[in-house]
């Protein structure tokens, strides 16, 4: 008899789609704006970014917000992956 562990390894390694779009765009905002951030400072709901960190850091992504919207859309191969920033 198969152990149930042995058909549940496959979803061992899935890891939830937001995940993955925070690390790229805080890797895209690193390139572009030169300002590292956290993932736990990115927020994602419905397609819209949310930044939590200090004003001038805030104003720097949002001047070059179509810019990192780009590059992230590049990165997954679909423009309509992230639409907006706050």
Same mark, same amino acid.
């Given at each position: 008899?198969?152990?149930?562990?042995?058909?549940?390894?496959?979803?061992?390694?899935?890891?939830?789609?937001?995940?993955?779009?925070?690390?790229?765009?805080?890797?895209?905002?690193?390139?572009?704006?030169?300002?590292?951030?956290?993932?736990? =400072?990115?927020? %994602?709901?419905? !397609? @819209?970014?949310?930044?939590?960190?200090?004003?001038? *850091?805030?104003?720097? /992504?949002?001047?070059? =917000?179509?810019? %990192?919207?780009? !590059? @992230?859309?590049?990165?997954?191969?679909?423009?309509? *992956?992230?639409?907006? /920033?706050?």
């Amino acid at each position: 008899m198969k152990v149930l562990k042995n058909f549940l390894t496959r979803y061992t390694y899935l890891q939830a789609p937001d995940t993955i779009t925070k690390e790229v765009f805080v890797r895209v905002v690193e390139e572009v704006v030169e300002v590292s951030l956290n993932t736990k =400072q990115v927020s %994602i709901h419905k !397609k @819209v970014v949310r930044v939590n960190a200090p004003s001038p *850091v805030k104003n720097e /992504i949002r001047l070059n =917000q179509t810019e %990192i919207l780009q !590059k @992230v859309g590049e990165e997954f191969g679909n423009d309509d *992956v992230l639409t907006a /920033i706050f």
